[in-house]
């Protein structure tokens, strides 16, 4: 029997230790990439990137960075690929992992990169599927440790849809040991099971944004329209419009708390234009942490625990 191959299907897939071993490898990755220091582990490894969802951070920093470890990155979109004529999700599996090394995939329901990895011979990462994007929140988690310190014990506010990126938020609180504040439109409120969480102890659920705000170290929303939901756009609006995070918001919080969006963003909408253009926001370092933080991931799903 081979070592089990690794998948980054959803956050809690990694454990604390080993969540704690990328975020170490990820500062280590960085300063290396920012003395212009070569680092080429992946030599000739292949990463295939799959896109069933349109993306410019994800596409980019992962086949940025697959070329800065040494190897190589195909894209296929369902537009040109015979994914969207309806070739079985467990052939075309079989298929690219025979073919590759290493296989990002962002697509619609989490159900399509489960069923992938199940079949396949190589390391599975969900860049972004309607239930979690557990790539964003690992930059997201190592932004705050780089701004911040230590994330145990704080207090993360979560203003807007309870989606994806929500949802992976929570599962990050559990195995982190934070609290996640939680304010949601009524009907679009967290449901854990979906969310795959343990259980309710890591985050409360406020019906005005402001408590929700109040007292957090960082506060942070993303789009009231996920992408697959644009038929909802409208209602979406109208039912969201009291969810804006802007400076009033900013100002019950925490002082010097972060304020994060894991882009792309709708100034006027889910943000005042001068909260996330102001002090309190990190979103290039956030942006620009994907390709730092993913780098780290690839590296251990590929080579395990190195260490510097
Ligand atoms: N945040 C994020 O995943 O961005 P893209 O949709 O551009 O990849
Ligand atoms: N929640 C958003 C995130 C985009 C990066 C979406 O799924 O469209």
Excluded at 41 to 49: E, F, G, Q
Aim: with cysteine; charged share 25%; proline share 3%.
């Amino acid at each position: 029997m081979g070592v089990a191959v690794r998948h980054f299907l959803q956050f809690k897939d990694l454990s604390l230790d080993e969540l704690t071993h990328v975020l170490t490898r990820t500062r280590w990755i960085k300063d290396r990439f920012r003395r212009y220091e070569r680092y080429w582990p992946l030599t000739d490894r292949t990463l295939v990137m799959i896109f069933e969802k349109q993306s410019t951070r994800t596409r980019l920093s992962f086949e940025a960075g697959m070329q800065q470890l040494g190897g190589n990155a195909v894209f296929l979109s369902t537009r040109d690929s015979q994914l969207g004529r309806g070739e079985p999700v467990e052939d075309a599996a079989q298929v690219i992992s025979r073919m590759s090394d290493i296989v990002m995939i962002r697509t619609f329901e989490q159900d399509v990169v489960e069923r992938f990895a199940g079949v396949s011979r190589v390391p599975v990462i969900n860049g972004l599927t309607n239930e979690y994007h557990p790539c964003q929140i690992l930059a997201d988690l190592y932004t705050f440790i780089e701004q911040r310190g230590d994330i145990r014990g704080r207090t993360v506010a979560w203003i807007g849809d309870s989606n994806n990126v929500c949802n992976t938020w929570l599962q990050a609180a559990e195995v982190f040991e934070f609290n996640v504040h939680v304010s949601t439109p009524p009907g679009y409120e967290v449901e854990p099971e979906r969310a795959g969480l343990y259980g309710t102890d890591h985050y409360e659920e406020f019906r005005d944004p402001m408590d929700a705000a109040r007292g957090a170290d960082l506060v942070t929303t993303d789009v009231w329209t996920s992408m697959g939901f644009e038929a909802e756009n409208e209602a979406r609006k109208r039912d969201f419009e009291d969810w804006q995070v802007d400076a009033d918001m900013m100002r019950v919080a925490n002082k010097g708390a972060l304020f994060m969006h894991c882009l792309p963003a709708h100034r006027g909408e889910e943000v005042a234009a001068d909260v996330i253009d102001g002090p309190h926001s990190v979103v290039w370092d956030e942006a620009e942490n994907r390709l730092h933080a993913q780098k780290a991931l690839m590296e251990f799903l590929l080579l395990g625990k190195v260490e510097a």
